[in-house]
C-alpha cells in the first residue's frame, strides 16, 4: 500500500445525493503533507450553489429516512463500523498523510471513529417514549422521539475522522440527513469516510460532503436557509460564536464543541508515575492539537521538582519526525502559522519569567515542525495562561493550597476538562465538584471515549456528544395529549 495509492484510491468531489459531482465551474483546491508542505492532491471546491444543492438532497432524503426501521439505519452503522476496522491501515496512512499525526495515532482514529459508529448503532434502537396518567385523572400523555430533521455539521482538521464520526453516528441513529463540511485542511478523511457509509449500504441524500475553501460563504445561506433544522459544530470558540449568532436567525437546534484551555492538577499525595503518564497522554496526544489537551500544569510545591524533572525526561526523549516513520511521537503541526502561534507564546513566557528545561527551539528543514518543550515557573499573566497552545508545549507552575489550585484551574474562559492528580478520596470528589469543567479526568490523562457523555461548559460549548445522551441532540420530544 503505497502513499500515492492511498491518496489517489479516495473520491476527490462533492458527495451530493448519493453521487460523486464536480463542483460547479470545475473549481477545486489543494491539500498538503504537513510533514513536507507538498501537495498531496486537489479536491472539489464547493460554490454556494453546491452548498444548497447539497441541502436541496439531505431535504429530499429526510421523510423517507426518518420512515426507515431504527433496526436498519442501525445495520448500516454497524456495516460501517465493520468496513473501518477492515480498512483501518489504508484510512490511518491518510489520516497522516493530510493531519500529519503519527501512524499509531491515526490507527488509533479510525477505531475511535469507527467505535461511534458502533455505539450508535446500539442506540438506534433505544430511542424511547413514554406513557403517563395526567394529573387530572382524564387524559392520557404520549411521548415519542423524531428526528430533528436535515442537520448542518462542521467539523475542524485535528481529528478529520473522529470529530466526523461523533456527529454522523447519531445523526444517523436518529435518523437525520446531513450535509457536513470538512476541514479545508484534511478534506480527504471524510471524503474516505463518505464512501464507506454509502458502501455500508445509507441511502441516497441521507449524506452529503462539501468540501470548500470558503467555509463561511457556502454555510452562512446553508444556515440562515430555514430547512435545516440543527447546527453541529467542532472548532474553535470564535468561529463557534459566530455560528451561534447565525443560527438564531431562524432558531436552529445547536450542539458547540469548542476550544478548550484544560488545567492538569497534580497534588503531593499523588501517585507521581501516574500523574506523568497521564501528563504525557494529556499533552502529547495528537501533538498537543487537541481541545482536551492539558495547557496549563499546576504542581504542588512537595512534588514540583520531581515532576518538572521526570516530564523533561520523558518529553526530551520523543523522537520529532513525520508521522509514516517509526517511533514518531512528535509529528508536524498543521501549518506554518500553528508554529508562529506556538512559538510566539513560548517566547511571551519566556519574557515573562519562564524557563525553558527542554525544547523550545527553532526546527531546520521542511514542514511545520515544533519539539516537544517543558517551561516552568510560567507566570499567570503569560498569554498561554488564557489561550489554547495547541502544540507540544508544557507550562509549569507551581501552588500551596487546595483553594489556590481550584481558582487558578477555573480562572479561564473555557470550561472543556480538567484533569487531577491525588489519592485522597475525599480530595478527589471535592476537587472534581469545585472544577468548573464538562469533564474530569481524575487520576488519567484521557477522557474521550464514545460511550461517555463529551463535552464543555462556559465558552467550551453547548450540548454533549456520545454517550446515551448523544442521541438526543438529533431528537425532538414531541407530547400528544389524549382525551379518554
Ligand atoms: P476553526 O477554525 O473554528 O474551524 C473549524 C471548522 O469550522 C472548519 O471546518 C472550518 O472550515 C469551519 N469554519 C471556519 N470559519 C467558518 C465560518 N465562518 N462558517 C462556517 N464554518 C467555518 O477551528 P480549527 O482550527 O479547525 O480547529 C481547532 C479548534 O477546534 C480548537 O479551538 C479546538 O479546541 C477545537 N476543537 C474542539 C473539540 C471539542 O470537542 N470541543 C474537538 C476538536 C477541536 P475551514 O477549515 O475551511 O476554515
Redesign the pocket.
Known amino acids: 500500500m503505497s502513499e500515492s495509492s492511498v491518496v489517489d484510491g479516495v473520491a476527490k468531489d462533492l458527495f451530493i445525493g448519493g453521487k460523486w459531482v464536480a463542483a460547479s465551474g470545475g473549481r477545486s483546491f489543494a491539500v498538503h503533507d504537513p510533514s513536507t508542505g507538498q501537495r498531496l492532491c486537489e479536491v472539489a471546491d464547493a460554490s454556494p450553489a453546491d452548498g444548497k444543492a447539497a441541502l436541496d438532497a439531505a431535504v429530499a432524503a429526510q421523510p423517507g429516512f426518518a420512515a426507515m426501521p431504527p433496526r436498519e439505519r442501525g445495520e448500516i452503522l454497524r456495516r460501517a463500523y465493520e468496513i473501518l476496522l477492515a480498512r483501518n491501515e489504508e484510512l490511518a496512512l491518510l489520516m497522516t498523510l493530510e493531519m500529519g499525526k503519527p501512524l499509531a495515532e491515526a490507527r488509533g482514529e479510525v477505531a475511535y471513529a469507527a467505535e461511534f459508529f458502533r455505539w450508535f448503532a446500539e442506540e438506534a434502537v433505544r430511542i424511547d417514549g413514554g406513557y403517563a396518567v395526567a394529573p387530572n385523572g382524564n387524559g392520557r400523555f404520549l411521548i415519542t422521539k423524531q428526528p430533528v430533521g436535515p442537520t448542518l455539521l ?6 478529520p475522522m473522529a ?1 466526523g464520526g461523533r456527529k454522523l453516528g447519531p445523526a444517523i441513529a436518529a435518523g437525520c440527513t446531513v450535509v457536513i ?5 484534511t478534506p480527504l478523511s471524510m471524503l474516505a469516510l463518505a464512501g464507506v457509509l454509502a458502501e455500508a449500504g445509507l441511502p441516497d441524500g441521507v449524506l452529503n460532503v462539501v468540501t ?2 470558503d ?2 460563504a457556502v ?2 445561506p446553508l444556515i440562515r436557509d430555514g430547512r435545516a433544522r440543527k447546527l453541529s ?8 460564536r ?2 451561534l449568532e447565525q443560527c438564531a436567525e431562524k432558531v436552529l437546534r445547536t450542539s458547540l ?4 484551555n484544560a488545567p492538569f492538577l497534580v497534588f503531593d499525595d499523588a501517585d507521581l508515575d501516574a500523574a506523568v503518564d497521564g501528563a504525557m497522554q494529556a499533552k502529547m496526544r495528537n501533538i498537543g ?4 489537551a492539558a495547557n496549563r500544569f499546576y504542581v504542588q510545591r512537595g512534588v514540583y521538582d520531581e515532576f518538572a524533572r521526570r516530564l523533561t525526561e520523558r518529553m526530551a526523549a520523543q523522537k520529532m519526525g513525520r508521522g509514516t516513520e517509526d517511533g514518531v511521537v512528535v509529528g508536524p503541526l498543521i501549518d506554518d502559522d500553528a508554529v508562529r502561534k506556538v512559538r510566539e507564546l513560548v517566547a511571551d513566557a519566556v519574557d515573562r519569567g519562564a524557563r525553558v528545561l527542554t525544547g523550545g527551539s527553532e526546527v531546520d528543514g521542511p514542514g511545520h515542525f515544533y519539539p516537544a518543550t517543558v517551561l516552568v515557573d510560567v507566570p499567570r499573566d503569560a498569554r498561554m495562561s488564557d489561550e ?1 497552545i ?1 502544540g507540544p508545549v508544557a507550562p509549569i507552575s507551581v501552588f500551596d493550597t487546595e483553594d489556590e489550585a481550584v481558582a487558578a484551574a477555573n480562572d479561564t474562559e473555557y470550561g ?1 476538562v480538567s484533569y487531577l492528580f491525588t489519592n485522597d478520596v475525599k480530595r478527589a470528589l471535592r476537587v472534581s465538584e469545585r472544577l468548573e469543567a464538562g469533564m474530569i479526568g481524575l487520576n488519567q490523562g484521557i477522557v474521550s471515549n464514545p460511550a461517555a457523555p ?3 461548559i462556559k465558552q ?2 453547548l450540548g454533549r ?1 456520545g454517550g446515551t445522551v448523544g442521541i438526543e441532540e438529533f431528537l425532538e420530544t414531541k407530547y400528544i395529549a389524549v382525551s379518554l
Open positions: 462542521i467539523t475542524p482538521w485535528n481529528f470529530m463540511k470538512p476541514a479545508e485542511q470548500t475553501s467555509a463561511g454555510m452562512e459544530f467542532t472548532g474553535s470558540t470564535a468561529v463557534g459566530k455560528l464543541e469548542l476550544g478548550g492539537e487537541a481541545c482536551t489554547e495547541f472543556l463529551f463535552g464543555g467550551s460549548g456528544e
